[in-house]
């Protein structure tokens, strides 16, 4: 009989694995699911433009993804998107050696010290990315 350390525990698969399921449920569902459209209004005075909810209409589509599409799908968005990733890599590191050096320790110190029973103008200044940092 097996023990409960012999027993493997079920494990979150890794996140390549799921991007890839993702992406394969949305090739087989191109295929099978109708194509629609929906109007676009501009609004004149904003310059806004939005959806017209009431103006849905199916599309004819003769090209659902194809399987080398599904292949160079992860490609074309990193490649893509490059700008936002780089962005996003710059701030995380920069978050990472403000956390290291304790720059956001000291300085949520310094607030908390000033606010003085206030403590929930900050809680909601910070919510609303106007704090300090």
């Known amino acids: 009989m097996m023990s409960l350390a012999q027993k493997k525990k079920l494990e979150f698969p ?3 694995v799921l991007l ?7 090739v087989v569902a191109s ?10 209004i501009t609004d004149p005075i ?10 849905f209409s199916y599309v004819e589509r003769t090209d659902p993804i194809g399987v080398l599409d ?11 998107s490059g700008n936002i990733i780089i ?5 995380a590191g920069m978050i990472q050696l403000m956390k290291a050096s304790g720059a956001i320790d000291v300085g949520m110190r310094k607030v908390v ?9 900050i809680v909601i200044l910070l919510h ?3 704090g300090p940092f």
Request: aromatic letters at 12%; charged letters at 15%.
């Open 87 to 91: 962005t996003l890599f710059f701030s």
């Open 20 to 26: 890839t399921a993702i992406m394969l449920l949305v």
């Open 46 to 55: 904003t310059g806004v433009t939005a959806i017209d909810p009431e103006s």
């Open 113 to 121: 010290r000033k606010a003085k029973g206030k403590e929930i103008v």
């Open 31 to 40: 295929w099978f699911i109708p194509s629609g459209l929906y109007t676009r």
């Open 128 to 130: 609303l990315g106007l």
């Open 70 to 80: 599904f292949f160079v799908a992860m490609h074309t968005g990193v490649s893509e």
């Open 14 to 16: 890794h996140v390549l």
